[in-house]
């Protein structure tokens, strides 16, 4: 069965550089949440989305930004990056309108701030 | 969830052995529950779900119990394997809302 596809899976920037990842959903999902994972962390909820609008807000810095697009793949924007932005980045998706309304992640995108 | 840095709880059983993972949540509005497992460097992988309607349920070699009164769910593994090694997590959601809130995981480690 397809899964949340995230791309770049390993990324390397150099501070205040600017980095994009990239999630795309399962095939007829159509809400997307973004989670950050610091080593031996928590995944800590970063923002979602449903249907194309920004649907809760986590503890996403100022210096990041997300959408979803009209295919439903999301893009979440990090700028001005610091070392302690280095961690693994997840996607997941799921679909409402679903009594249970499970949310399936992504396998992440690591990156690293040097 | 709570920062644990790397220091994360650790439960460690014999092969074979019954494995029991606890969780605490703090939203008495939650009434969605999930755990999942979380091999090293991949993503976190549904295990099963719980409502807050149910109290109790049960899947192919793992259970797991709602208790809303002190919040605390569990995750029950039969016969626990060398594949179960990893960390577990939980996580709730309230109806409404898009945001599902983690809680500290546990390192299950399985000895042979």
């Known amino acids: 069965a397809a899964g949340v596809i995230q791309s770049p899976r390993h990324l390397i920037k150099e501070k205040r550089e600017t980095a994009t990842l990239k999630c795309y959903p399962i095939?007829?999902?159509?809400?997307v949440y973004w989670y950050q994972q610091g080593p031996g962390q928590d995944p800590q909820f970063l923002i979602s989305?449903?249907?194309?609008?920004?649907?809760d807000k986590g503890s996403i810095p100022d210096r990041f930004s997300a959408q979803q697009f009209s295919d439903y793949h999301s893009e979440l924007n990090m700028s001005s990056l610091e070392l302690g932005d280095s961690a693994l980045y997840f996607c997941?998706?799921?679909?409402?309108?679903?009594?249970?309304?499970?949310?399936?992640f992504g396998e992440g995108s690591w990156l690293t701030v040097v | 969830g709570e920062n644990v840095g790397l220091h994360l709880p650790t439960l460690s059983v014999q092969e074979g052995d019954n494995s029991i993972i606890n969780c605490a949540y703090s939203?008495?509005?939650?009434?969605?529950f999930i755990w999942y497992k979380q091999e090293s460097g991949k993503g976190p992988q549904f295990i099963i779900d719980?409502?807050?309607?149910?109290d109790k349920r049960q899947g192919q070699r793992v259970t797991v119990l709602l208790n809303k009164t002190v919040k605390h769910l569990s995750l029950q593994i039969a016969a626990t394997q060398p594949g179960d090694s990893a960390v577990y997590f939980c996580?709730?959601?309230?109806?409404?809302?898009?945001?599902?809130?983690f809680g500290t995981g546990t390192r299950l480690k399985v000895l042979a």
């Open positions: 989305f449903y249907e194309k609008m920004q649907s």
């Open positions: 719980i409502r807050s309607n149910m």
């Open positions: 997941a998706s799921s679909q409402r309108g679903i009594a249970e309304n499970t949310i399936y």
């Open positions: 939203n008495s509005a939650s009434d969605y």
């Open positions: 996580a709730d959601t309230t109806s409404g809302t898009y945001k599902y809130i």
């Open positions: 095939p007829r999902h159509d809400t």
